[in-house]
């Protein structure tokens, strides 16, 4: 994986814009408002998601390129590194999983909003 492809899958997603609210450097995805992952160009090897609790605890000691989210919750959100032993598969599949935990925390005007493309 790389950032290049991370931005593009990110921003395939409906719904999607990409904000800088950090600064230059940090790249944050949200979908209708709200974050479900960032990076930075000053460590493109990485990418901050959001998780299900259970499931956190369960890739990190899966995955040595799991760990707790760098400056974030460390009960919802895991620091991902690419070209480890993770493949580019299964990070897409984690970026989906946070994606839809937060379309899922949506308010119901704003799902409903979603649900009608």
């Known amino acids: 994986m790389n950032i290049e ?3 593009d899958y990110c921003l395939s997603k409906n ?13 944050v995805y949200k979908v209708m408002g709200k974050m479900f992952t960032l990076t930075s160009f000053s460590s493109p090897d990485r990418c901050n998601l959001k998780c ?11 995955y040595e390129a799991v760990k707790p989210g760098y400056h974030m919750n460390k009960k ?3 620091t991902v590194h690419f070209n480890q032993d993770l493949s580019d598969k299964e990070i897409l ?8 935990l937060v379309v899922e925390s949506l308010p119901k005007k704003l799902q409903n909003e979603f649900k009608a493309t």
């Open 52 to 62: 299900d609790p259970d499931k956190s605890i369960e890739l990190r000691s899966t």
């Open 76 to 78: 919802h959100w895991n």
């Open 5 to 7: 492809h991370f931005r």
């Open 93 to 100: 599949k984690l970026i989906d999983h946070s994606y839809e």
């Open 15 to 27: 719904f999607v814009e990409e904000t800088f609210p950090f600064g230059e450097d940090t790249l």
